[in-house]
């Protein structure tokens, strides 16, 4: 009689702990934020987003059901991220100077944060997705109606005009706050920010609050 021979058992299937639903989600945006910022929208795989997660695929395809969809909801978490640190920079003080200091500071910190995140915001490689492109621009008009409002009501100036000192501001912002990342370690954020916001203030301060002017 032969000896029995140790037949290797079938590997188990992936077991993960049970997550509240919300808990879930974010968990698994946070994977795919990592794996979409690593390789861009078109080379990542739900394969790839799952793994990072420590889920099963099935797992994943009951939150997203599908790549696009998981991508535009991380984008919409991105988009609220930023447009909410912008208006509570505007909402954390009455001090005109302390604003546009505070405004640039937000853009600065959200590019700073999260593992480059903001390129899922200001560099996605699908822009020229309807969708992407509307989440986007919501987001970039959100951040310049909140700064805008300010300017309107300190200084009378009519919603067109600060919405267009605001959309510079912020384009200044964002620019600038970029441009600091590429070459971070040269010059600290507090001083970038300090830099730029005096930048700012040097023009927006041209256009004096009403009861200033009176």
């Known amino acids: 009689m032969q000896p029995s021979r140790d037949v290797p058992a079938p590997p188990a299937p992936r077991r993960t702990a049970r997550l509240p639903r919300d808990a879930r989600r974010l968990q698994l945006l946070r994977a795919a934020q990592d ?3 690593a390789q861009g929208f078109h080379a990542a795989a739900m394969d790839d987003i799952a793994d990072r997660a420590g889920v ?3 797992v994943l395809y009951q939150h997203f059901p ?4 998981l991508y535009l909801a991380l984008l919409e978490q ?3 991220e930023l447009t909410e640190r ?3 920079a505007m909402a954390a003080t009455e001090d005109n100077r302390a ?3 505070a405004a640039v500071g937000a853009y600065f910190d959200f590019i700073d944060a999260d593992g480059e995140a903001f390129r899922l915001v200001f560099e996605s490689d699908l822009r020229n997705d309807a969708e992407v492109r509307r989440i986007a621009d919501r987001g970039s008009r959100a951040c310049i109606e909140a700064i805008a409002e300010v ?3 300190d200084t009378g100036t009519d919603r067109e005009r600060a919405l267009l000192l605001s959309a510079g ?3 200044l912002a964002e620019t600038s706050a970029r441009w600091w990342l590429a070459g971070k370690g040269t010059v600290s954020r507090d001083e970038a920010v300090s830099l730029m916001s005096a930048l700012a203030w040097r023009g927006i301060s041209g256009f004096p609050r009403r009861d200033d002017a009176d």
């Open 56 to 58: 099963s695929k099935p």
């Open 151 to 153: 300017i309107a009501e």
């Open 66 to 69: 599908g790549k696009r969809e």
């Open 169 to 171: 501001l912020t384009g």
């Open 35 to 37: 794996v979409f910022v």
């Open 99 to 101: 604003r546009v200091d």
């Open 78 to 80: 991105q988009v609220d």
């Open 86 to 88: 912008v208006r509570q």
